[in-house]
Every structure is written in structure tokens, then in C-alpha cells.
Nanobody, 122 residues
Framework: QVQLVESGGGLVQPGGSLRLSCTAYGFTLDNYAIGWFRQPPGEERVFIAAINWTGSSTYYTDSVKGRFTISRDNDKNTMYLQMNNLEPADTAVYYC???????????????WGQGIQVTVSS
């Protein structure tokens, strides 16, 4: 069964850090662009970060640039999102995604994780 499974979410205080992981099962990520989206409460899901299949190029939305880092470990079939200096506005359900095309990864990726909650609150 092809699936992506996120882990590492939870509750963190403002200014804190979390690292989300997303592991692929049933397929290998080697030739896939991968990305992260988030859906704040009451809002639509939006793209926040992506990385190409070699890891040589990364893309971030302005709201997370300089605070979040996307990375991948193809040997572990896993992608990561390191989130630093978290703010209450970062509270959302976070989704990982994969697609064979870097052109689609930020819009309509073919494979999604189930989502994981991140709450930033004191």
C-alpha cells in the first residue's frame, strides 16, 4: 500500500522547535519531489515548502522562510521539516506530499500523508 506517514507533531511553546518526519511506505522517494503543506484552523490547506528529488533545490513560502528547513534522506525513505522559532500562527495540521513532478508538488501532488497536528501555545 502506497502511503506517507507523518510523525513528530505536538504542543510547543512560542519560540520553540519541532521536527516533523514523513516516511514513505510502498514506494521509494528517490525520484519524487516532496513537500509540506499546512492547514490552520478554519482555513484552507496551503503549500509551505518543497525539495526536488536530488535535494539540490528547495522552495519556501515567505511565512516560513528562514525559520523552517525541508530536507530528505533517501536512504531512509523519509523527509523532514525542521521548524524553529515557532509562532502561534504556525498552529495547523501539517501534511507531507510527494509527486514525480517538481511542477506539481506545490499545487496538486499525487500522494498525501494523513496530517499531523502542531500547536504553538504558551
Amino acid at each position: 500500500q502506497v502511503q506517507l506517514v507523518e510523525s513528530g507533531g505536538g504542543l510547543v511553546q512560542p519560540g520553540g522547535s519541532l521536527r516533523l518526519s514523513c516516511t514513505a511506505y510502498g514506494f521509494t522517494l528517490d525520484n519524487y519531489a516532496i513537500g509540506w503543506f499546512r492547514q490552520p484552523p478554519g482555513e484552507e490547506r496551503v503549500f509551505i515548502a518543497a525539495i526536488n528529488w536530488t535535494g539540490s533545490s528547495t522552495y519556501y513560502t515567505d511565512s516560513v522562510k528562514g525559520r523552517f528547513t525541508i530536507s530528505r534522506d533517501n536512504d531512509k525513505n523519509t523527509m523532514y521539516l525542521q521548524m524553529n522559532n515557532l509562532e502561534p500562527a504556525d498552529t495547523a495540521v501539517y501534511y507531507c506530499a510527494a509527486d514525480s513532478s517538481i511542477l506539481r508538488i506545490a499545487t496538486v501532488p499525487s500522494t498525501w500523508g494523513q496530517g499531523i497536528q502542531v500547536t504553538v501555545s504558551s
